[in-house]
């Protein structure tokens, strides 16, 4: 093969930086260090500055709409728990399983970042391209397609600090197989195995939850650990 050619297969073959997004967008977010938002009421918990939401919005390009909508505060503090909080280690155990260990162990390849949180959030970053409204629900793009939330705000899926585990559901979308009809209702929501989308979400959950501190934070640790039990009992092969 001429060496032009080998050249252009190499570089077909390479995979896609993920741009390193955490870095930039948490140093303009000031998050307090060690990270504590202790509440799933975004009214309840220090605001969130214009500058960090202009970060936010421009990593997952979040649409205007959005922001004057009743999600922004559900959207953006879900975010910023995403953002800061700390993950420790990747360390196999009962909810953290090989599949999602894989994925984060690529995104650190593809220059997505060392620290375990911050690939979370790269990795979200990246494969989210769009938030926008449609008839009042969350449309949420991806590479893989794109999903909607209709839950209220109040109610839904990304509130505090288990909805950051939502983004990650969402992210992980198109990596693993898809979901499966649970067998009680035959809702498309189930996963067969730990390497759909609820794998990651269980696998983000559990490294939250392990650093957590209970002291500074026991409700959310409690959420935590509550979003992980319950998003686990989805996934059909203990
Ligand atoms: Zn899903």
Same mark, same amino acid.
């Given at each position: 093969m001429p060496p032009l050619c080998l050249l252009l297969l190499l570089f077909a073959c390479a995979p896609a930086p993920i741009p390193d997004r955490h870095a930039e967008t948490r140093a303009a977010c000031d998050l307090p260090a060690p990270f504590v938002r202790e509440s799933s009421d975004p009214g309840a918990l220090p605001p969130i500055d214009d500058l960090c939401v202009e970060h936010l919005v421009y990593d997952l390009n979040i649409s205007d709409d959005v922001r004057r909508s009743a999600w922004a505060p559900w959207v953006f503090e879900s975010l910023v728990q995403l953002l800061g909080r700390p993950a420790g280690a990747l360390t196999e155990g009962v909810a953290l399983r090989a599949p999602l260990i894989q994925i984060l162990e690529d995104v650190e390849a593809r220059g &997505? &970042?060392?620290?375990v949180g911050a690939r979370l959030y790269n990795l979200t970053a990246d494969r989210v391209r769009g938030v926008s409204l449609d008839d009042g629900a969350l449309r949420v793009d991806t590479r893989e397609g794109w999903r909607r939330l209709d839950a209220p705000p109040a109610a839904g899926a990304i509130d505090g600090p288990s909805g950051a585990g939502s983004w990650v559901h969402l992210a992980a979308h198109g990596l693993g197989p898809d979901h499966v009809p649970c067998p009680d209702d035959g809702r498309e929501a189930c996963d067969e195995d730990w390497d759909g989308a609820l794998g990651a979400e269980v696998g983000a959950l559990e490294l939250w939850s392990r650093a957590c501190d209970v002291e500074a934070e026991p409700g959310s640790c409690a959420l935590l650990r509550e979003a992980r039990d319950r998003q686990m009992d989805w996934i059909l092969t203990p």
């Open positions: &997505g &970042g060392e620290d």
